[in-house]
């Protein structure tokens, strides 16, 4: 009798327990404000309500079960959304213990350091997406499941140059993310941008013929037409980018063979490129015939993104993206979608500057695509970028400055008395690394004492708010209050 009362007794506490921490734990997000694909959108109103505390940690979440029928969502969904936050750590599940909310500090913490990012210094110069351990996770699995169901004629064969046909019909799909129809006929592999400029440009221009762009443009335009022996003139800009008025004068004055652009924030001065100036320049194309290269590095992170440049001008437009900017930086795969008659020319230097694509690569970007777990990356990095714009807003709250929610980086134009050089030599004193203006900048243009910063090259969210209260210390400072080193 005694053993029952006690059972009893056990269950009833048992019981009173579950309730209590049911009705402590419940959260839902707003059903109303979830979007297509649900399990990303799922994951991202969680991750926020860890993020702002709403959901503590050691907050038990509702089951898989439980939160698919008070959403009016499927049990898959929700479970793709629990495993999105569990690879990023900020829930924990255990089978008959249930979902748990993590310590959100410690999603922050790296897997790895890279090589550059010592304890002292703070490596802002460098423009790349920052990681977490859920890339590490998905990049190991990714290469533990490739041998499943390749094609051998990925490793065994150096063609077709233009890209293996999944390739190419999976681009199609990612290139509708980027705003951009185009059939996998238009679409050549490539190793990132990079290559893809090379390509562009020795296809699209003979020795000594010029090219235009913004007086602040890809570092690597600069010295690409300089190894082409290109003329690269820098035109006129504003706050929407390039100023067509001043594209119209260098055709009629000049010669112009090529326009460079870079509408969607891949530029150094962060400038998203309103539609309005978009179609503005395309009319200026058309009536001296130039043709266009259009860099769309980020892709699909910009999410108020204008239509590209492509999508306007499909005739003249040669567009570029790649997924080492948005999901992970050794995923060195891209595509470029040309007009028709360009596809030829563009293959044959796709050929000279290496060949063809790496298949490899091409095959894990394209599982990615199809799985969706390149898009999932996409608002991973949204996500990221966001909250660390935010921090710089606060921190660098009075001083002048450029950014971007969805950008890599911010553009610092220096206050009264600092030059890039100054700046960044005694930036460097600190243990502080920022990309001067110099790289970006054309032949004619001279500098606009300003300097890049990178938003992710920091992966460590205490060490980059560290750099970002250094740079701010540095804006309130005048120069010549600052000491001199002496070497």
Known sequence: MV????????????????????SMTIW???????????????AEAIAKAISDGQLAQGTQLLTHRKMAEELGLSVHTVSKAYENLRRQRLIDGQVGRGSYVLDPEAANDQPFKLSSERNDEFDLSISRPTFSHEHVERFQQALKELPNGLDPSYFLSCRPNAGHDAHRAAGVKWLEHC??????????????????????LSALTRPGDTVVTGKMTHHLLVSGCSYLGLNLVGLDVDADGLLPEALDKQCRDGHAKVLFLLPSLANSTVEMMPEERRVALVEVARRHGLHIIENDALGPVAEDRPTPVAALAPERTIYL????????SGLR?????????????????????GWMATPLMCELATRWVLDGTAMELVHWQRRALAERYEIASQILQGHDWLGHPSALHLWLPLPEGWTTSSFTTYARQLKVSVAPDAPFLTPQATSRDAVRVSLGSVQELNRFKQAMNLISEMLSRAPDGVASVVY
């Open 28 to 42: 839902l997000p707003n059903p109303d404000a979830l979007t297509p694909p649900l399990h990303i959108s799922l």
């Open 3 to 22: 053993e029952d009362d006690a059972r009893e007794r056990i269950g009833i506490a048992k019981q009173f327990r579950s309730i209590l921490m049911y």
């Open 179 to 200: 705003g951009l129809e185009a059939s996998p006929e238009r679409i050549i592999m490539t190793n990132g941008v990079s290559h893809g400029m090379s390509a562009a």
């Open 321 to 328: 993206t790649t997924f080492t900017k948005c999901t992970v």
């Open 333 to 353: 795969a891209g595509y470029m979608v040309a007009p028709e008659h360009l596809l030829p020319a563009l293959t044959g230097r796709i050929v000279v500057f």
